[in-house]
């Protein structure tokens, strides 16, 4: 079986779209060559309404577990409503489908290097290699205290069963599939000329994924179960109220509220915490294990959860750094009609969009 993650070197499409298949929606985006961007063509986005009424009802789990009828419906769907000119794709996968590490190595050439990574691989990935996809990508190199080069390098493995699920979902679809991401690659391309050490914590509504970034390179990568939806179950049950109403009320007060809406901030926010002091345990791990590794100057929010009304400044107290929202959109050329809707999707189509970037830069 060829190398999933490398198909798209073999032909620069005219367009291609990126799609990023989360735990409950779909984002798609049509991306050509533009003027001097990257341009955004078209856009789609669907999402799975069922998992607020029922905690089990997503597209897919941290258990390696995807409904496959349901995302091929969802991209039958969303595509047709988009009606884009190709059907050539670039997908991601989800950070808890794979097994990733950092590993430190002495300088060596690329061809030592490669030895070097089959070996470790097979010390650290969980399953025989037999059955798994492997890429790595080097991050970075450093002097140690004694003068020796080091240079550390980011191994994937992805299970080979969970690729051909993607295959068949594509192709059911009648898409065809030409390449595979790992989320947080897609996510760190959309930084890639900014140098500033930054983490980016993409709240999506099953998960959370924690990408610390180095000169636009990333060379950490973590993921929590807490994350949009826990928000929303905790205050329909706080409330007494369906999922449905309490998501509307999340998206309508945020964790502004004053008098009596105040009670939604106190159910809420014990929830951000929990993902603030995630963050704060793999900032400790990765500054533990790569002291040479910089100090992240910011932290950038990305995922739907990042438009919670109030969250920005409240995650600015709490972690004492600047805090941004994601903004892909600034890296693209795109039509006028969507600058209105630009700052509400920046975050959503973060991974998309860094998608939609992978062949055009």
Do not use: C
Not at 323 to 330: D, E, L
């Amino acid at each position: 079986m060829e190398n999933p993650f490398n198909l798209f070197k073999r032909t620069i499409f005219p367009s291609y779209l990126g799609v990023d298949i989360g735990t409950t929606s779909i984002k798609v985006v049509e991306v050509k060559q533009g003027k001097s961007k990257p341009l955004v063509v078209n856009y789609g986005l669907l999402e799975s309404s069922g998992y607020l009424a029922r905690a089990n009802q997503a597209l897919q789990t941290s258990s390696l577990k995807i409904f496959e009828s349901d995302v091929v419906e969802l991209l039958k769907t969303v595509v047709h409503k988009m009606g884009g000119s190709t059907k050539d794709v670039v997908a991601s996968l989800p950070p808890f489908s794979a097994f990733m590490t950092m590993l430190d190595f002495p300088k060596m050439s690329n061809e030592e290097a490669e030895k070097a990574m089959q070996y470790q691989a097979r010390q650290y990935v969980p399953l025989p290699l037999s059955e798994v996809a492997l890429d790595w990508l080097k991050v970075g190199e450093y002097e140690d205290d004694n003068g020796f080069a080091h240079q550390k390098m980011f191994l994937i493995s992805v299970p080979l069963e969970q690729i051909k699920k993607y295959q068949r979902m594509f192709a059911a679809a009648g898409l065809s599939l030409r390449g595979l991401e790992i989320e947080s690659l897609s996510v760190a391309r959309i930084f890639s000329n900014d140098p500033t050490p930054t983490i980016v914590v993409d709240i999506g509504s099953r998960s959370t994924n924690i990408v610390f970034l180095e000169n636009g390179q990333l060379v950490w990568n973590a993921q929590t179960d807490f994350a949009a939806a826990t928000l929303t179950q905790n205050l329909a049950t706080s409330l007494g109220i369906n999922a449905m109403r309490a998501e509307e009320l999340k998206k309508e007060k945020g964790i502004l509220g004053t008098g009596p809406n105040r009670e939604l901030s106190t159910i809420m926010i014990p929830f951000l915490d929990a993902i603030i002091n995630e963050v704060r345990k793999v900032q400790f791990s990765y500054q533990s294990q790569f002291p040479s590794g910089k100090k992240a100057e910011r932290v950038i929010l990305s995922g739907g959860g990042a438009n919670l009304l109030g969250i920005v400044p409240y995650f600015e107290k709490e972690f004492g750094l600047p805090i941004v929202k994601a903004n892909p959109f600034s890296s693209f050329e795109y039509a006028p009609e969507i600058e209105p809707l630009a700052a509400e999707l920046n975050p959503i189509m973060s991974v998309a969009l860094g998608l939609g970037m992978k062949e055009l830069i």
